[in-house]
C-alpha cells in the first residue's frame, strides 16, 4: 500500500536507529544515542503492552513513569476470572493470565512506577492529569518520552514545545492526521528535536484523496547524528498489524 507524506514531515535518518519493544504494533524505532542520555522514561499509554518500557530499560536502567488510567492489576485480574467462562476458547484464559503476571513482574519493580491517570485534560476529575504536571513534579533534565494516547496527544504538543530543553528523544502517535495537518505542521516547525523516523500505523487507512496516512508514529531526537539519506521504510520497520501489508511512504517535495 503506497502512503504520501506532505513536504514539512521531510527528514533525515538518524544513523543509529534500533527497534524498541516488541514486533508489530508496540514497537517503535528510536535513536541508541538518546536512549544512553535518558535518566526518564515515561510512558504515556499502555494498555496491554509495556514491551516499550520493558525492553528500554533492559537497554538503560533508568526510572519508569507509566502513566494509563484504563488498566490496573484489578483489570487485568477481573479480565482473567472472566476469560475462565469462555470453555470455548481456552486461549483466552491462558493470555489473560500471562498478561497479569507480566503485568505484576514489571511494574512491581523498584524503578517503575504505573500511574492510573489519563494524560491530557486538565480536569478536577481525580482520574486525569496534564503533561505538565508530570513534568513539573520531576527535576529529571533527559526525559525520553513514549506517547500513544489514542487522540489526546494534541491536548500538551505545546507543553512538549515548552518543555523540549528536558526532553532527550522522543516517540509520538499522531492520530486522525487528516484533521490535524496545520496543528502538526506548527508544532514540526516549533519543536527543535530533530525529526529522524517516520512510521505509518497501517490500523488505520489511507485518506483517498492525497494518500495521506491517518496514523503516523514520529521519532525525535536530541542527541543523535544524521544520515545523508532517509530510509523509508527503515530495516527495523514492521507493519503494526501484521496480517496486512505496510504503508510504504514517499514525501512530497
Same mark, same amino acid.
Given at each position: 500500500?503506497? @502512503?504520501? %507524506?506532505? @513536504?514539512?514531515?521531510?527528514?533525515?535518518?538518524?544513523?543509529?536507529?534500533?527497534?524498541?519493544?516488541?514486533?508489530?504494533?508496540?514497537?517503535?524505532?528510536?535513536?541508541?544515542?538518546?536512549?544512553?542520555?535518558?535518566?526518564?522514561?515515561? @510512558?504515556?499509554?499502555?494498555?496491554?503492552?509495556?514491551?516499550?518500557?520493558?525492553?528500554?530499560?533492559?537497554?538503560?536502567?533508568?526510572?519508569?513513569?507509566?502513566?494509563? @488510567?484504563?488498566?490496573?492489576?484489578?483489570?487485568?485480574?477481573?479480565?482473567?476470572?472472566?476469560?475462565?467462562? #469462555?470453555?470455548?476458547?481456552?486461549?483466552?484464559?491462558?493470555?489473560?493470565?500471562?498478561?497479569?503476571?507480566?503485568?505484576? /513482574?514489571?511494574?512491581?519493580?523498584?524503578?517503575?512506577?504505573?500511574?492510573?491517570?489519563?494524560?491530557?485534560?486538565?480536569? =478536577? =476529575?481525580?482520574?486525569?492529569?496534564?503533561?505538565?504536571?508530570?513534568?513539573?513534579?520531576?527535576?529529571?533534565?533527559?526525559?525520553?518520552? /513514549?506517547?500513544?494516547?489514542?487522540?489526546?496527544? $494534541? #491536548?500538551?504538543?505545546?507543553?512538549?514545545?515548552?518543555?523540549?530543553?528536558?526532553?532527550?528523544?522522543?516517540? %509520538?502517535?499522531?492520530?486522525?492526521?487528516?484533521?490535524?495537518?496545520?496543528?502538526?505542521?506548527?508544532?514540526?516547525?516549533?519543536?527543535?528535536?530533530?525529526?529522524?523516523?517516520?512510521?505509518? =500505523?497501517?490500523?488505520?487507512?489511507?485518506?483517498?484523496?492525497?494518500?495521506?496516512?491517518?496514523?503516523?508514529?514520529?521519532?525525535?531526537?536530541? $542527541?543523535?547524528?544524521?544520515?545523508?539519506?532517509? $530510509?523509508?521504510?527503515? #530495516?527495523?520497520?514492521?507493519?503494526? =498489524?501484521?496480517?496486512?501489508?505496510?504503508?510504504?511512504?514517499?514525501?512530497?517535495?
Amino acid at each position: 500500500m503506497q @502512503g504520501r %507524506l506532505p @513536504g514539512f514531515l521531510s527528514f533525515k535518518s538518524a544513523i543509529d536507529l534500533v527497534r524498541i519493544g516488541r514486533d508489530h504494533d508496540g514497537g517503535y524505532l528510536i535513536s541508541q544515542i538518546d536512549i544512553d542520555n535518558s535518566d526518564l522514561l515515561i @510512558g504515556l499509554g499502555i494498555n496491554d503492552d509495556w514491551s516499550f518500557e520493558e525492553h528500554f530499560v533492559a537497554k538503560k536502567d533508568v526510572e519508569v513513569f507509566a502513566y494509563d @488510567g484504563s488498566i490496573s492489576q484489578k483489570h487485568f485480574f477481573n479480565q482473567f476470572i472472566k476469560s475462565l467462562t #469462555r470453555i470455548d476458547n481456552p486461549k483466552l484464559a491462558l493470555h489473560s493470565f500471562f498478561t497479569l503476571l507480566r503485568y505484576r /513482574k514489571f511494574f512491581s519493580k523498584k524503578k517503575v512506577c504505573h500511574i492510573e491517570k489519563y494524560i491530557g485534560l486538565n480536569s =478536577n =476529575n481525580q482520574d486525569y492529569c496534564t503533561l505538565s504536571y508530570i513534568l513539573d513534579s520531576t527535576k529529571h533534565e533527559n526525559i525520553f518520552l /513514549k506517547i500513544d494516547v489514542e487522540g489526546s496527544e $494534541y #491536548r500538551f504538543l505545546d507543553t512538549l514545545i515548552f518543555n523540549q530543553s528536558r526532553i532527550s528523544g522522543v516517540v %509520538l502517535e499522531l492520530h486522525d492526521c487528516d484533521i490535524h495537518l496545520e496543528t502538526i505542521k506548527t508544532f514540526i516547525k516549533d519543536f527543535e528535536l530533530k525529526l529522524v523516523h517516520i512510521h505509518a =500505523n497501517n490500523y488505520s487507512p489511507v485518506r483517498l484523496d492525497d494518500q495521506l496516512p491517518l496514523v503516523l508514529e514520529l521519532t525525535f531526537s536530541k $542527541y543523535c547524528k544524521l544520515a545523508d539519506e532517509t $530510509y523509508l521504510p527503515h #530495516r527495523f520497520d514492521m507493519p503494526n =498489524n501484521r496480517n496486512e501489508s505496510e504503508i510504504y511512504l514517499a514525501i512530497e517535495d
